[in-house]
């Protein structure tokens, strides 16, 4: 195949069907996984039709230890290798740590964090052998903010994100795979499912209209940072701003301001 692809994972909605759209614009062939194969494919058939690529869905649950292996034999087995990977599979888990079972949060922590960084390492190895690669880890303006009341695993997760990102890119730079670039994409409120997902949609209706973005330029702001070899992009001024407070501001106040914030938008029993 000529054409390069493109493996997003969690890629039926939201951010993931938007990173498949603008890449598939750019002409690249896909590779959508999620666990909604119904949605893959409605979205596979829009693309292919509108654009003329291929695109291979992959219903995996990333939950599940052996689904990397799978997603990538899967695409093995096709003859097709990764030029691209979009670790956008997430989402906010409802209630805290005291109500929720551990089964819930190691789920949790596979899905948005052990499951891409093992993506990560899979597709390394290819990409360097072909010296050209890109990798987005959709992280979180939360990975900059203080930890809240019952985002208990939220926050660190992607904090760790965004270090393990800065890391990897920093390490393609010294290896001298120069045309190897990995980013975090930090986005903050964007229109999706996500908050529909976990309960919370309610509340953040209540939220100023200037909090939020649409997945399109963020998107955007995450391929275009990725392509430059930029380790982390916070997309949208607003976000720029809540990310430059929290490194100036004395922490007990940022954990304070936070805090009061929590309240307003989630429930904690």
Not at 115 to 128: D, F, N, R, T, Y
Not at 161 to 170: H, Q, R
Not at 206 to 235: C, F, H
Request: net charge positive; aromatic share 6%; hydrophobic share 40%.
């Amino acid at each position: 195949m000529d054409r390069r692809l493109c493996l997003i994972t969690g890629a039926s909605a939201g951010i993931g069907a938007e990173f498949a759209r603008q890449y598939a614009a750019l002409g690249w062939d896909l590779a959508l996984s999620a666990r909604r194969e119904d949605r893959l494919k409605d979205l596979a058939d829009e693309l292919q039709d509108k654009h003329g690529i291929t695109v291979i869905c992959i219903a995996q649950d990333l939950a599940r230890a052996n689904s990397a292996d799978k997603i990538i034999t899967s695409l093995s087995e096709q003859g097709r290798h990764v030029d691209a990977l979009v670790n956008n599979a997430g989402y906010g888990l409802p209630g805290t740590f005291f109500n929720t079972s551990w089964k819930s949060q190691a789920e949790f922590i596979r899905v948005l964090y052990t499951a891409p960084i093992e993506l990560a390492h899979k597709v390394l190895p290819g990409m360097a052998e072909r010296g050209y690669g890109r990798i987005i880890n959709v992280a979180s303006l939360a990975g900059y903010a203080p930890g809240s009341a019952g985002h208990t695993l939220y926050a660190s997760v992607k904090s760790g994100m965004i270090k393990f990102s800065e890391s990897l890119n920093a390490e393609c730079e010294t290896l001298g795979h120069t045309d190897i670039h990995c980013t975090a994409l930090c986005p903050g409120f964007t229109y999706s499912e996500f908050h529909d997902v976990n309960g919370t949609r309610d509340s953040m209706n209540k939220m100023s209209k200037r909090m939020w973005m649409e997945a399109g330029p963020v998107v955007k702001a995450g391929i275009d940072a990725v392509n430059r070899g930029q380790p982390v992009v916070v997309p949208g001024m607003v976000n720029k701003t809540i990310a430059s407070l929290t490194r100036i501001l004395p922490e007990p106040l940022g954990r304070a301001m936070v805090g009061a914030q929590s309240r307003r938008y989630r429930r904690i029993d």
